[in-house]
């Protein structure tokens, strides 16, 4: 069974482009130095202002190792100032 969760997030309108280099370049090192991600992508929801992200890892220690990362530690915190507030997380378990 995989980890897998759904997250939703606003952004400060100000900082939608910074967001959206943010979560790109993201979205590219996930993909080149993780091995153990199976889904990392960003999504603009239909609210203005409002970004979802999927994450899937084989493991949770995948997600903790993303988390533990030197890329995560470099590219997160320019994301983090961008959230208006927090950020919702909705796991998502397999039907079977």
């Known amino acids: 069974m995989s ?7 606003k952004v400060h309108p100000h900082k939608v482009q910074q967001f959206i280099a943010a979560c790109e370049a993201m979205e ?4 080149d130095k993780e091995p153990d ?10 609210e203005p ?4 992200v ?3 890892f084989k493991t949770e220690a ?16 320019g994301m983090i100032e961008c959230i208006d507030g927090g950020w919702t997380r909705e796991f ?3 039907l079977k």
Do not use: C, W
Not at 62 to 77: C, L, N, R, T, V
């Open 3 to 9: 980890y897998t969760f759904l997250a939703r997030m």
């Open 28 to 31: 590219n090192a996930v993909s």
């Open 37 to 46: 991600a199976l889904i990392y992508k960003f999504y603009r929801l239909r």
């Open 49 to 52: 202002n409002a970004f979802a």
């Open 54 to 56: 999927i994450e899937s």
């Open 62 to 77: 995948g997600d903790a190792a993303h988390q533990a990362s030197a890329h995560f530690k470099d590219i997160a915190p």
């Open 92 to 94: 998502l378990d397999p």
